[in-house]
């Protein structure tokens, strides 16, 4: 991955090029200042400080100075300096007026690539584009929140071929690894024994694609307890009910929820955040064999109630419950889950918010707030108890799929909640995890929505400063 750390760095009165961030609200004021030579410039490029991500050079000797224009230069966003970071020569930047603040984790992303399969590169081999920033407190935050992301983003854009349960296993012990922390895996008779939705899902795989339950803990047993699930379905053919060809052409990303549970375990820890982390990854792939699951079966979930299979398809809220249910008897104060769980969520909400749904206002709240403060948006949904007549079953306890093509993701997120008990708080977040058109610092791709959100809120909540 790349090297994050030497593309941010504390300022200590390096030589670096001058970068002047203007708005349009500023830019007639900062201009009368300048040197005419700047101001013939800035003219004849027609630089108006209007024009969205635009830059110019302007010339000091063999050097130069870059003035951009940015929407509110008092308020920055995380992607105002990306496409800077993009295009900008190789070479050491700093702001001239102000500090980057949130921007830092733009610059570092847009100098993220994921081309272990291009056989040539896009661009030729270049050196770092290298931002000082006075805040030094701030880097390393930035910099886990960079590899956080890019973690995501790389692991969501690796063919499902190439990333199956026991390779989503892997990405998983390496973050255990770094934390001193110990993997458990139940496979085989243990998963059919003690997680039969997990088993049911996953039983059409191969046995080198099995599926598993992944899990680790990390922090001290004292520190309140949060438990992190992710919805890891390695490849989601939709089953038996078959998904068409447009529906299944990106559901290798259909892990996305593991990837950006992983990511934020990643981030909890890296920060020492005193918790006692529970992370648990459902790990499956969700694929069509005469051992497949079928619709019209029904499953004893791990909790003891019995769930009838009206559609393959809603695989993803069959292996979250019997994680969620493992999450519970750990007896934590929060679970936050992540799953690329509902076409109905993007129907609702699109591809950029994640809808999320928290059994508690104040929880809602807390996420709502931190979403603002990290520019990372989601929008809540509501738990609608009335639509839980949806899932009702003519033979079972409830079905996993309403037939109704209604609410699809609060029908969800309501199967879900029946797996929560009422005074355990939960936060379920139903995202993309994918970006269908680039923009700077963001690749068309794997994309984390929410993980900056959701670890702002456990942040806030848990810091001792
Ligand atoms: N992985 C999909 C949801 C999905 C589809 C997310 C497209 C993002 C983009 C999920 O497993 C699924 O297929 N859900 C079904 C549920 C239905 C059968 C009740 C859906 O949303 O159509
Ligand atoms: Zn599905
Ligand atoms: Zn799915």
Known sequence: ?????????????????????????????????????????????????????????????????????????????????????????????????GQPGPAALGWLLAQHRF????????????????????????????????????????????PAADLGPAQLED?????????????????????????????????????????????????????????IVGKGVCFDSGGLDLKPAAGMRLMKKDMGGAAHALALASLIIGSRLPVHLHLLIPAVENA?????????????SRKGTFVEIDNTDAEGRLILADALTRAVEGKPELIVDFATLTGAARVALGPDLPAFFANTDGLA???????????????????????????????????????????????????????VPDDVEWAHLDTYAWRDAAKPGRPKGGEALGLRAVFATLSDRYSKD
């Not at 760095?9 to 030579?37: C, N, S």
Request: aromatic content about 8%; charged content about 30%.
């Open 1 to 97: 991955m790349t090297d994050f750390t030497e593309l941010l760095i504390a300022d200590r009165g390096q030589t670096a090029r001058a970068i002047h961030l203007v708005d349009k609200d500023g830019f007639a004021g900062w201009v009368k200042k300048r040197p005419a030579e700047d101001r013939a410039l800035l003219e004849a490029n027609r630089f108006d400080g209007k024009t969205g991500f635009e830059f110019v050079l302007l010339p000091r000797g063999d050097q130069f100075e870059v003035v951009s224009a940015v929407k509110d230069s008092t308020t920055l966003s995380p992607w105002c300096l990306a496409k800077l970071s993009e295009r900008l020569p190789d070479g050491t930047y700093r702001l001239a007026e």
């Open 115 to 158: 081309e272990d399969y291009r056989s040539k590169k896009d661009e030729p081999e270049r050196g770092a584009r290298v931002l000082i920033t006075v805040e030094a407190a701030r880097i390393e935050e930035t910099v886990r929140l960079a590899q956080a992301t890019a973690l995501v983003r790389d692991l969501v854009n690796t």
């Open 171 to 227: 990405a998983v012990r390496e973050v255990a690894k770094t934390a001193g922390a110990r993997l458990r895996v139940t496979r085989d008779g243990e998963l059919a024994e003690g997680y039969p939705l997990i088993a049911a899902v996953g039983g059409a795989a191969t046995d080198e694609r099995a599926p598993r339950l992944i899990e680790f803990e990390w922090g001290k047993p004292a520190d309140p307890r949060v438990a």
């Open 288 to 300: 069509v064999s005469g051992n497949a699951y079928r619709p019209g079966d029904i499953v004893k």
């Open 365 to 419: 709240a807390a996420v709502e707030q931190a979403a603002r403060a990290t520019q990372d948006a989601v929008w809540r949904m509501p738990l609608w108890e009335a639509y839980d007549e949806m899932l009702k079953s003519d033979i079972a306890d409830f079905a996993n799929a309403s037939n109704s093509p209604m609410a699809g993701c609060i029908t969800a997120g309501l199967f879900l909640k029946k797996f």
